[in-house]
């Protein structure tokens, strides 16, 4: 798993590997293979070959402009200091390890890209890169981490011309009932089905609170791959709404005042084959080590918002008592705190013990977000990082004095906070953290002067 490791002159080693793939592929009738990468502003972008040039593409790459590293949501490019305008190229180059065959869009494969420059070295603003160097950085130190992204949806019925609002929501069965889970029993049914047929763990699958609303989770795995299936389960959910005459929103506001959809990404980290958020001398069981880790999370997340909670639609969602962890602070089993400690059930603890960072959404890059995540919890380790007393209950319904902090509430807040952090322009490199902070801008130039629900219509079908 990870990026491509490239010696100088191995493109015929890389060739002969994925010469096998496509005649794997060429057998079940698979004609083409999607390419994908997700951009900085969260949308997935894409290139597909024919199944006959998949060895061509391993060996070389597929072109692509590294114009697209300054998109924004509606398509528009800024510019950065280092990246934007028409100029260059990219390769983009398929990892076979997660070549899969896609249940819900019979006659195509999918496969998660790594990007590099022309002459073969690694692209600065490759997020499925830093992602994997910061897996590297925490391997360094002799830690491990499990990671697995949450994923929420809205689903409604066809086409609603522009867009807009009224719903024509497929089920009025309440938040939680299984009333929906019986409305929608083909299409949950083929959903679990796809995921079978495309060897994926599903843990459970339940609907939320907002109307026609549901959740997927699946298994943990290393924090590259996590990344990879958040795309996955997006791209397979909307394939397989699309043969149930469905369409599927992971938006982070759908109807704004109501609960959106968040991207939830539960962490632990693991040292020699033991899970360190469980059996410790700390607080519910937390190592020092784990204690440090999650307390450099918290440090860090006004910064790690504008990553987790990249377009100024994420601040609608991102509100008090609405469960989507508005506040800078930790709680056990707390699904008002931004970070949540999960422990399972009494006995298995040293399996299940992690920590859940609810204020994210799916506007994020799911690369950035777990490499940004994994820098901030590694500083907070070399600081020897302590958390603060934790939050039980809604902080919003404590006084004042005990209150804690709110986490930024716009956009403008986590992109200044995100310039002046240390931890994540180092973790990044100027390359990626200047460009990442230039599309922030942009975003926010925008939307200036649009209300909720044109934020809300604008952002609606785009992640
Ligand atoms: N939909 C909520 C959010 O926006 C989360 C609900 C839950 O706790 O799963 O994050
Ligand atoms: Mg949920």
Same mark, same amino acid.
């Given at each position: 798993? *990870? ?9 015929? %080693? ?6 096998? $793939? ?29 199944? +006959? ?22 398509? @528009? ?9 028409? @100029? ?49 950085? %925490? ?18 019925? &066809? ?59 699946? $298994? ?20 397989? =709404? ?6 599927? =929103? ?7 005042? &109501? ?17 360190? @958020? $469980? ?8 190592? $020092?080590?784990?204690? +440090? ?27 008090? =008592?609405?469960?989507? &962890?508005?506040? @800078? ?41 777990? *490499? ?10 070399? &600081? ?20 804690? %902090? ?13 310039? *002046? ?5 180092? +973790? ?9 902070? %230039? ?25």
């Amino acid at each position: 798993m *990870g990026p491509v490791v490239f010696e100088s002159g191995d493109h015929r %080693a890389r060739e002969a590997d994925a010469r096998t $793939a496509a005649a794997r592929l060429v057998a079940e009738e698979v004609h083409g293979v999607a390419l994908v990468w997700v951009d900085n502003a969260g949308l997935q972008r894409v290139k597909t070959v024919p199944t +006959a040039r998949l060895p061509e593409a391993c060996a070389w790459g597929v072109g692509m402009s590294p114009v697209f590293d300054t998109y924004l949501v509606d398509d @528009s490019a800024t510019r950065g200091r280092h990246l934007g305008g028409p @100029s260059g190229d990219l390769r983009l180059f398929p990892d076979l390890d997660r070549l899969t065959v896609l249940a819900g869009q019979p006659g195509w494969a999918w496969a998660p890209v790594d990007r590099r420059r022309q002459d073969g070295l690694p692209h600065p603003a490759c997020q499925r890169r830093f992602a994997a160097r910061m897996v590297e950085a %925490a391997a360094e130190a002799g830690l491990e981490l499990r990671a697995g992204f949450e994923t929420e949806w809205i689903v409604t019925r &066809g086409q609603e011309g522009d867009g807009g609002p009224p719903f024509a929501y497929p089920t009025d069965g309440p938040a939680y009932g299984m009333h929906r889970v019986t409305d929608l029993s083909d299409y949950l049914a083929d959903l679990l089905r796809a995921f079978r047929a495309q060897e994926m763990t599903v843990l459970q699958l339940h609907p939320e609170y907002s109307p026609g609303q549901f959740e997927l989770s699946l $298994a943990p795995e290393d924090p590259v791959g996590a990344a990879d299936t958040a795309v996955l389960v997006r791209d397979t959910v909307r394939a397989v =709404s699309a043969r149930h005459g469905l369409r599927a =929103s992971f938006a982070p506001v759908f109807e704004p005042g &109501g609960v959106g959809n968040g991207g939830h990404l539960h962490l632990s980290l693991w040292q020699e084959g033991r899970n360190l @958020s $469980a059996g410790g001398p700390g607080r519910h069981g937390l190592t $020092a080590e784990a204690e +440090a880790f999650l307390a450099g999370v918290l440090a860090e997340l006004p910064a790690l918002l504008a990553v987790g909670a990249p377009t100024p639609a994420s601040y609608l969602r991102l509100v008090p =008592s609405h469960w989507a &962890g508005a506040f @800078s602070c930790w709680g056990l089993e707390n699904r008002e705190a931004a970070l949540r400690l999960v422990t399972g059930s009494t006995g298995e603890e040293a399996r299940a013990a992690n920590a859940e960072l609810k204020c994210v959404d799916q506007a994020a890059n799911p690369y950035l977000l777990v *490499g940004a995540v994994i820098a901030a919890g590694l500083a907070g380790l070399r &600081g020897k990082a302590e958390l603060p007393p934790e939050v039980d209950g809604d902080p919003a319904a404590l006084p004042e004095d005990r209150r804690p %902090a709110r986490l930024p509430v716009s956009l403008d807040e986590s992109l200044a906070a995100f310039r *002046g952090s240390r931890v994540l322009a180092e +973790a990044l490199g100027e390359v990626l953290h200047d460009t990442v902070a %230039a599309v922030r801008a942009a975003e926010i130039e925008l939307f200036a002067g649009r209300g909720p629900e044109e934020t809300a219509a604008a952002t609606r079908w785009r992640y």
